[in-house]
């Protein structure tokens, strides 16, 4: 869904949010409105506020449980590091296990599920011929492989 439901959104600085119609000219009582609009920007000294319960009623349970370890981690190391630096280090701690774990499943998965002659499924890996150019050594390139070595996909080095 749109952040406005589909409504088109408004926008509550008015027509003197930009210069030109500024210049234009405005009445002392759009000036006054400009004026208090300008000091209702400004944020209070301890906004912003982060409410607890908030947050709480807004996450899903499950993402509160898998983010909890490095919550308690970064929490205590936000005197040492700053508020800002800590959120920083917090998200890139997270990113960089997500990628260490799909690194590692990506490898057992082609290490233990590769594609030979004992199953039907999984990933089915080539190896391509090497480039040799002219003038290069082993040019032109000719294969050792008999006929019999096509398609045999492991199955004359099985221990069977």
């Not at 280090?89 to 082609?110: C, D, E, Q, S």
């Not at 002659?117 to 290069?136: D, F, N, Y």
Request: charged residues 25%; aromatic residues 12%.
């Amino acid at each position: 869904m749109a952040q406005t439901a589909g409504v088109k959104p408004m926008s509550i600085a008015g027509r003197v949010v930009h210069e030109r119609e500024r210049c234009i000219g405005m009445t002392d009582a759009e000036r006054a409105w400009r004026k208090q609009w300008l000091k209702d920007q400004i944020l209070a000294p301890n906004e912003p506020v982060h409410v607890e319960e908030y947050w709480k009623e807004r996450t899903n349970p499950i993402r509160r449980f898998y983010r909890k370890p490095l919550d308690v981690l970064f929490n205590k190391l936000t005197p040492m590091l700053g508020q800002e630096r800590a959120q920083v280090y917090r998200y890139l701690t997270g990113k960089m296990i997500l990628l260490g774990f799909g690194v590692l499943a990506t490898t057992y998965y082609f290490k233990y599920n590769g594609n030979d002659w004992t199953k039907k499924g999984g990933w089915r890996i080539l190896r391509t011929k090497p480039t040799v150019l002219p003038g290069q050594p082993g040019y032109p390139f000719k294969s050792t492989k008999t006929d019999s070595d096509y398609a045999e996909r492991g199955f004359k080095s099985s221990p069977i």
